[in-house]
């Protein structure tokens, strides 16, 4: 209601000023030339027009200062919260000048936020680093320590062959621990871009898949694929292998021998589904988001190699690409991981 | 940051002896930028704190603090303006206008609020929620999954300090329910924004970033799922 008021005032403002600046003085001064000449009449006429002059200025200097009263509340505004300051003298209000200082402030909240973002980054980087070589450390001191032994000239030639045995097992998780910490640091400091294409999905499942293929067969396990050849997302062919990979490398090393793995493509309204079903031990509710994090292990697979990094990686992946990743799962019975890209 | 923060928020349905507590002691503080699923059976006052959050109810006692502002303290008019320029709703209903096409709905906060469009941030909207090929259509001839999106075009469009969003998948199946919080939760993130959302639903709490249970009207668990 008041912002009609507010408009239709402002329109015969409009009106008012044009006639009393354009029609009016026109008018007159044409009045003034094609009537005969009588002094008297003329006077009156040149006072009008005079009049109106006037009335003109006052109008002009009247919304001049009015002008000039909004500029100058916006930049007292402007310098407190350039100050850091909140008075809330201006908030809700319907005056342009309130509009005016909300979104400044809006604003210098989102410039605000943005520099506390990049802070955390840079923190979250510091703490990416100093994780990595927390986790180096130990197979290093592994590695430092068998080999003190085997400079032991008295050392037997069976006990040899078992500690050489140890320190390639511990410069293979070395080897493994750094190239998933190389990934993972990559998908944090965002030093990696994606090369997003609308391919078919099948195939970069076909990737996936050929990854971990052998692992399955070790153990027996059915993988069944049920996607249709044409379904296409908008996805890094690359990057999202390896996250699916991974997914199934958890599905294939959870899943007792003789197991099934299920995949399924759904195309939605929105996004791609990709679900992953295994028949393996499965994850309790209070987990499903711990799974996610990075270095996470649970308390009864820790004797599985591994560093948890898997899917904290597919995660960081998924999200990247404006999808996400939900899990479902009963333990005993199997996991559940929905992947969803966008269409 | 802080963005939202209640403190001994409380809500009383009728007097002594019948009273109703609804809400009985909430503090709450909400980060900037982050996404909150509020967890709770019906009955446990999960909707009534929400109203409160969003200025929509006046609380019994305690306070509410959104973006360095009382909400107790504001008069109608001023209250009215508040939740134009600073909170964005979703409702389980959308509450979208059925005679007004997609595109004035989403732009209808800005309208409202007697503002010029920022196009280029409403393309962006309508890009990532894939709505470009339906503003000039009506809501009533698009699915539930579409209407709640172009509700949620609706919330951002203002770049309001939280979104609120009430029970959001309550009318969906649940195949276009985990779409619609995906899609909910990466607009969030794309955009910078605050939102909080109410679910009964605990798979789908699990996509935010943070899970708040309530039970009879108190905060039972609250913990960072990140």
Redesign the interface.
């Known amino acids: 209601m008041d912002r009609n008021r507010a408009e239709l005032r402002m329109r015969v403002c409009k009106y008012v000023l044009l006639t009393v600046n354009i029609l009016l003085p026109a008018a007159g001064s044409l009045l003034l030339f094609t009537q005969t000449p009588k002094s008297r009449e003329r006077t009156v006429f040149l006072i009008i027009l005079l009049l109106f002059c006037a009335l003109d200025i006052g109008y002009f200097l009247y919304f001049r200062k009015r002008f000039v009263m909004f500029s100058e509340e916006v930049c007292r505004n402007a310098e407190r919260i350039m100050r850091n300051e909140r008075d809330g003298i201006q908030l809700n209000k319907d005056t342009l000048t309130s509009k005016v200082v909300m979104e400044l402030e809006k604003m210098e909240d989102i410039l605000g936020n943005r520099l506390a973002e990049s802070e955390q980054g840079k923190a979250k980087l510091q703490k990416t680093i100093s994780e990595i070589a927390h986790q180096v450390k130990t197979p290093l001191s592994n590695v430092r320590m068998y080999h003190d032994i085997l400079s032991d000239p008295d050392i037997a030639g069976g006990d040899k062959e078992r500690f050489m045995e140890i320190i390639r097992q511990q410069l293979e998780k070395l080897e493994f621990l750094i190239d998933s910490l190389i990934k993972s640091s990559r998908l944090e400091s965002d030093m990696i871009k994606l090369s997003m294409e609308n391919g078919s999905v099948f195939d970069t499942l076909g990737i996936s898949v050929n990854g971990i293929v052998q692992k399955a067969d070790r153990k027996k396990i059915d993988i069944a694929i049920h996607c249709h050849p044409m379904i296409k997302a908008a996805h890094d062919v690359k990057w999202t292998s390896e996250a699916i990979e991974n997914i199934l490398d958890n599905a294939v090393k959870y899943t007792p021998e003789r197991g099934k793995i299920r995949i399924d493509v759904i195309r939605g309204e929105m996004y791609v589904e990709i679900k992953i079903q295994d028949t393996g031990k499965g994850i309790a509710a209070e987990h499903y988001n711990d799974i996610f994090k990075r270095f996470y292990r649970e308390p009864s697979a820790s004797k599985d190699e591994g560093l948890g990094l898997g899917l904290y990686i597919a995660r960081n992946i998924i999200t990247l690409q404006g999808g996400y990743i939900m899990v479902h799962s009963v333990l005993g019975q199997g996991s559940c991981f929905s992947l969803f890209l966008p269409d | 940051?802080n963005i939202l923060q209640t403190s001994n928020l409380t809500k009383v349905y009728g007097e002594e002896p019948f009273a109703v507590r609804a809400l009985d002691g909430i503090t709450l503080e909400i980060e900037?930028?982050s996404f909150t699923a509020i967890v709770g059976t019906s009955g446990s006052g999960k909707s009534t704190l929400l109203h409160m959050l969003g200025g929509l109810d006046t609380p019994t006692g305690g306070s509410v603090v959104v973006?360095?502002?009382e909400l107790c303290g504001?008069g109608r008019?001023?209250?009215t303006?508040?939740r134009r320029?600073k909170i964005g709703f979703i409702f389980q209903n959308y509450n979208l206008l059925p005679n007004l096409t997609v595109y004035d709905n989403i732009v209808l906060p800005v309208e409202l609020?007697?503002?010029r469009i920022d196009r280029q941030y409403f393309d962006e909207i309508a890009g990532?929620l894939?709505l470009e090929d339906k503003l000039k259509r009506r809501p009533n001839k698009l699915?539930g999954?579409?209407q709640q999106?172009v509700a949620i075009a609706r919330a951002l469009i203002t770049?309001p300090?939280i979104i609120l969003a009430d029970e959001p998948t309550g009318n969906l199946d649940s195949?276009?329910s985990?779409?619609v919080i995906?899609?909910l939760?990466?607009t969030g993130?794309?955009f910078?924004q605050t939102m909080v959302m109410i679910t009964h639903n605990?798979?789908i709490a699990?996509?935010a970033d943070r899970a708040v249970r309530i039970e009879d009207g108190r905060i039972a668990e609250s913990r960072w799922?990140?």
């Open positions: 940051m900037q930028g973006d360095g502002q504001l008019s001023e209250l303006i508040f320029r609020d007697g503002r990532v894939g699915s999954g579409q999106r770049k300090a195949r276009t985990q779409e995906g899609l939760c990466a993130k794309k910078h605990e798979k699990q996509v799922l990140l």
